[in-house]
């Protein structure tokens, strides 16, 4: 019915669109990010620590959607339930804040 060509053509397609739909938009810290208060390994780590810790759950969300305000209390919420250490706690909060909504 169909060749060869155009069913794997069709599988070539659909894997891409699944990998892109599927992947995750968290940004990825850059030097441009540091500040007097956060350095670009805080961030990294940060990061580490929200896709570890987090994403163990539950699929993460894009640090955007959220205020820093709103960060800070999803996180306070979810310490105990992750296993969240003081400094992982920290450094996650560093991290989703740099990219939070305005």
Request: net charge positive; charged share 20%; glycine share 4%.
């Amino acid at each position: 019915m169909f060749s060869s060509r155009f069913t794997a053509s069709c599988i070539v397609v659909l894997l891409t669109v699944l990998v892109f739909a599927c992947g995750t938009a968290l940004y990825i810290p850059t030097v441009n990010q540091e500040t007097s208060n956060v350095s670009l390994n805080d961030l990294k780590d940060g990061r580490a620590a929200y896709i570890n810790k987090c994403g163990g759950c539950h699929t993460l969300i894009v640090p955007e959607k959220y205020t820093e305000k709103d960060w800070s209390l999803w996180v306070d919420r979810m310490e105990s339930k992750a296993s969240i250490t003081p400094t992982e706690k920290e450094l996650i909060v560093k991290y989703l804040s740099k990219g939070a909504k305005q």
